[in-house]
């Protein structure tokens, strides 16, 4: 297993946030229109599954039918990620920019599935702030908004 001793710090609720009001200065990038169906359809569900099996487990979940499910989920999550890395650029000059962050975040979902199968909540859990941070890295360069 990759290992790794950091764990990155859940974002705050929006309410938790100080209030800045500052000026817009990002501009909308063009975003080839396939871009958001894999966002809405792929990526946000298979996360919210897991964060489900991670902090909201039911009873009658069975802690190897959630771990079996998360490895389900990364492999969408993978799937997803793998035909966003092939994307043709979103501005022609972000294309190395954006390929990483795609690349970044099949390294850090490829660990996540490896700690699910290890059934190790702690590392699972880890690697879901992993994951999480790799889905806001490329959103605060490309997502515009
Ligand atoms: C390589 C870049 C990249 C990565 C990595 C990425 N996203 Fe996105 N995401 C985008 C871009 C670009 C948009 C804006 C798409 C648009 O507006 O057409 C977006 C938009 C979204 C949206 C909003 C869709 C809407 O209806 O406006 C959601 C939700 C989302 N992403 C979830 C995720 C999750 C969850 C992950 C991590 C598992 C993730 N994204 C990882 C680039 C990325």
């Known amino acids: 297993m990759v290992s790794c001793k950091t764990t990155p710090t859940p974002k705050k609720k929006g309410r938790d946030k100080p209030l800045v009001i500052k ?11 396939m871009i958001k169906p894999l966002m809405v359809k792929e990526f ?27 490895r ?17 650029a979103l501005k022609a000059n972000d294309t190395p920019l954006f ?17 699910a199968f290890n059934q190790n909540q702690e590392q699972t859990v880890h690697w879901y702030w992993h ?11 490309f997502r515009g908004y």
Do not use: W, Y
């Open 23 to 33: 000026p817009v200065v990002k501009k909308p990038v063009k975003t080839p229109a």
């Open 131 to 141: 994951v999480q941070e790799s889905c806001n890295n490329c959103h605060s360069q």
């Open 99 to 115: 390929r990483a962050e795609a690349k970044g975040l099949l390294r850090q979902v490829k660990a996540l599935k490896d700690a």
């Open 44 to 70: 946000s569900p298979s996360m919210s599954r897991i964060a489900f099996h991670l902090f909201h487990r039911e009873e009658e979940t069975s802690k190897e039918d959630a771990f079996n499910d998360i």
């Open 72 to 88: 389900k989920r990364c492999d969408t999550i993978l799937k997803a990620a793998q035909r966003l890395e092939g994307l043709p």
